[in-house]
């Protein structure tokens, strides 16, 4: 049901938590936004929500997740708590009839994701996926190109992401919670060649290398099938911080200097063949908040659907199982 008088022109935001990408970059991303407003943020411990109400000027705090929820004066939810409980409270969210904006990856597995899609249907509220790059110039502009047939034929992507955090005590490496390096950055290359390709790959392999102590994944590499056509990256959660993505054809090629970590304090810029195309300054959250704001005051689809980020757990899912069988796995 949706809960917005279509005269509105902005959607009231409630956060669910404090966790560092909401604080440090969502919020004060969506803020800016014409068509946002956050309205209130919850935590577990009130405390916490009051001091990051007080430090980005939110009006209401609570100490529940439960009492955010119940606000009648709340149109939407940004969900980023950690990846177990992204579709349970995704879920309890829409239930209370809130249009979601939950983080990646959407859930645990492929499987998961359905309840979602079905608490959306039941629910008729607006649910997506929180893949800010989808919604980024310089990966619009990376498309257009793919599709003008400037490159040819698109035949390869290549790239790598990774950071170093060993900390035991961090979500992301606690292997029960969904911690590992392809849930929290394997999903944008897959998600990424699945935009270009403008299809879904049908088989993959890989390599996975999991830390001996917390268990998550750490390394991994993977070919995706695209038939024709192949991605292939590496992602670590315990290497040297870099980011880079190849987009080739049989004419031509495309490289995307700063892929998923844009910055919002200076332009961006891709590398087609031998020119140089530069962006403006822009706060991609901004953008995700205002394109997803839009979408529930417009009643028109959002930038990711259940159902893409369904497809997209599912090459997830494929990978990580490939990485146990020493196989090619079919998605």
């Known amino acids: 049901m949706y809960n917005l008088v279509m005269s509105k022109s902005k959607v009231r935001w409630g956060i669910l938590g404090v966790a560092n990408i909401a604080v ?10 014409p068509s946002a407003e956050i309205a209130a943020i919850a935590s577990r411990d009130l405390s916490k929500a009051q001091a990051a109400a007080a430090k980005l000027g939110i009006p209401a705090a609570y100490g529940s997740y439960e009492d955010l929820l119940a606000d009648p004066n709340i149109d939407a939810i940004y969900n980023p708590l950690p990846n177990h409980l992204h579709v349970p409270w995704s879920v309890k969210a829409a ?5 979601v904006l939950c983080e990646k990856p959407i859930a645990m597995d492929a499987a998961e994701a359905q309840i979602l899609i079905d608490a959306r249907d039941r629910n008729r509220v607006q649910i997506g ?8 110039p310089q990966w619009l502009r990376a498309r257009e190109i793919v599709r003008s047939g400037a490159l040819g034929e698109l035949r390869a992507i290549t790239g790598v992401f990774s950071y170093f955090n060993n900390d035991p005590a961090n979500v992301r490496n606690q292997a ?7 849930l929290d950055i394997g999903c944008y290359p897959i998600t990424m060649s699945r935009f270009l390709f403008g299809r879904e790959p049908v088989r993959v392999a890989a390599l996975v290398d999991r830390d ?20 292939s990256f590496t992602v670590s959660t315990q290497l040297v911080p870099y980011q880079r993505m190849q987009i080739m054809g ?3 090629r495309v490289e995307i200097e700063i892929p998923y970590n844009a910055p919002a304090d200076r332009p961006t810029r891709i590398f087609v063949d031998s020119n140089v195309e530069e962006f403006p300054t822009v706060d ?12 529930i005051l417009d009643r028109t689809e959002v930038a990711v659907t259940l159902e893409d980020a369904q497809r997209n757990m599912r090459v997830i899912d494929a990978v990580l199982k490939a990485g146990h069988t020493h196989t090619w796995e079919n998605v």
């Open 24 to 33: 440090k970059k969502v919020i004060p991303g969506m803020q800016t936004a």
């Open 95 to 99: 239930d209370a009839g809130k249009h």
């Open 129 to 136: 996926e929180a893949f800010m790059v989808r919604v980024h």
């Open 176 to 182: 029960d919670i969904g911690g590992g390096g392809m």
């Open 212 to 231: 001996p102590q917390m268990h998550i994944d750490r390394l991994a590499s993977a070919i995706l099938d695209f038939a024709p056509g192949q991605s």
């Open 250 to 252: 049989t004419k031509g």
């Open 284 to 295: 991609q959250y901004m953008l995700q908040g205002e394109a997803f704001s839009r979408a």
